[in-house]
C-alpha cells in the first residue's frame, strides 16, 4: 500500500484531498438522487487506499481529514467522513480510501464504473482490492488513450473525474482535450477536473482558455484556500490553493458544494484562514 501520493500533495489526507474528494461525494450522491443508473470513471485511479503517516509537526496541529472528525459537519461532509471511517478499525485514522474506494461505497446495484491507472504497480494494488467486485472494471494504461472507450452508450448519466499528476507541460494539454473529449461523447456526465498544485494560476487559465475556445461552456472552479507551512522553512505560511473544474454540474450539485465547502471552511482551525469560493468561468 502506498503511503504517500504523487499528486503534488505532501501526504493522503491532506486538505488539498478532502476538497476534491467532498467535490466527488456531492456530486455522485447528487447524480444517485436523480437517477435510477450511473456509470462513473476514474481517469488516474492510483492504488485506492493509502496509509496516512503519523507526522511529527512541532507546537502546531496538523490540519488534515482528521481534523473533520471534530469539526462542524453538515449532511454531505457527514457523508464524505462515514466513509473514510469505514476503511480504519478506530481512531485516530489510519487509512484514507482514494477516490476508486470513496465512489465505490456510494454505488448502487445498478450502478457500474470503470477506473484507469497507468503505473503497473499501482494498477496491481487496486484490481487486487477490486477482483471480487462485479461492478467495477479496472484497466492498465494511460488515461488519454483509454477513458473514452469507457464511456457507456446509450442515455446512461455519470461522472468522470481527471486527477494528473502534471509532471509534464504536455500534461496540460492532454488534460484540456480529454474533457473535451469526454464533454463532446458523453453529454448526460458530469465532469471535474483537478488543476496543478503548482501556485501558477497561467496553468489554470492555459487550460480554461482550450477548453474556451473549444465553445465549452457551463464550466464552475472550485477553490479551497488555506495557509499552510512551507516545506523548507516552519516558520514561513504560505496560502495554496487548491482548484477543481466542474464541467456540465446538473442538477443541485453547485448549491450543494458551495454549502459544503462554505461551511467547511468555517469549521476549520481559524489559524489557517480557509475559505471556499465556487464560480462560472
Not at 456530486?27 to 503517516?53: C, F, K, W
Not at 477553490?223 to 466542474?246: R, T, Y
Not at 456540465?248 to 458551495?258: A, C, R, S
Request: glycine share 6%; with cysteine.
Amino acid at each position: 500500500m502506498r503511503g504517500s501520493y504523487s499528486k503534488g500533495y505532501p501526504v493522503a489526507g491532506s486538505l488539498f484531498d478532502v476538497h476534491k474528494h467532498l467535490v466527488l461525494t456531492g456530486v455522485l450522491v447528487q447524480l444517485n438522487q436523480h437517477l435510477s443508473r450511473i456509470h462513473y470513471i476514474d481517469a488516474h485511479a492510483g492504488t485506492g487506499v493509502y496509509e496516512l503517516p503519523m507526522l511529527e509537526h512541532s507546537g502546531d496541529e496538523l490540519v488534515n481529514v482528521e481534523t473533520l472528525l471534530k469539526a462542524n459537519r453538515n449532511e454531505l461532509t457527514d457523508k464524505y467522513i462515514e466513509i473514510v471511517r469505514s476503511c480504519n478499525r478506530s481512531l485516530p485514522l489510519s487509512k484514507y480510501p482514494g477516490s476508486p474506494v470513496i465512489a465505490q461505497k456510494l454505488l448502487r446495484p445498478l450502478d457500474s464504473m470503470s477506473l484507469i491507472e497507468l503505473n503497473l504497480e499501482d494498477y496491481s494494488e487496486l484490481s487486487g482490492l477490486f477482483e471480487t467486485n462485479s461492478q467495477v472494471f479496472v484497466e492498465h494504461g494511460s488515461a488519454f488513450d483509454r477513458v473514452i472507450k469507457r464511456i457507456p452508450d446509450g442515455e446512461v448519466g455519470g461522472a468522470v473525474l481527471i486527477d494528473p499528476d502534471y509532471v509534464i507541460e504536455e500534461d496540460l494539454n492532454d488534460t484540456a482535450n480529454l474533457i473535451i473529449q469526454c464533454r463532446n461523447k458523453w453529454d448526460a456526465a458530469v465532469i471535474m477536473a483537478s488543476l496543478p498544485v503548482t501556485g501558477r494560476s497561467s496553468s489554470d487559465r492555459y487550460i480554461v482558455s482550450i477548453l474556451k475556445d473549444s465553445g465549452m461552456n457551463n464550466i464552475y472552479l472550485s477553490e479551497f484556500e488555506f495557509l499552510e507551512k512551507s516545506v523548507d522553512d516552519e516558520e514561513c505560511e504560505l496560502l495554496v490553493k487548491s482548484k477543481v473544474l466542474l464541467i456540465n454540474p446538473q442538477f443541485e450539485i453547485i448549491e450543494i458544494l458551495d454549502s459544503a465547502l462554505t461551511q467547511l471552511a468555517a469549521s476549520l482551525p481559524s489559524a489557517i484562514n480557509a475559505k471556499s469560493t465556487i464560480k462560472a468561468i
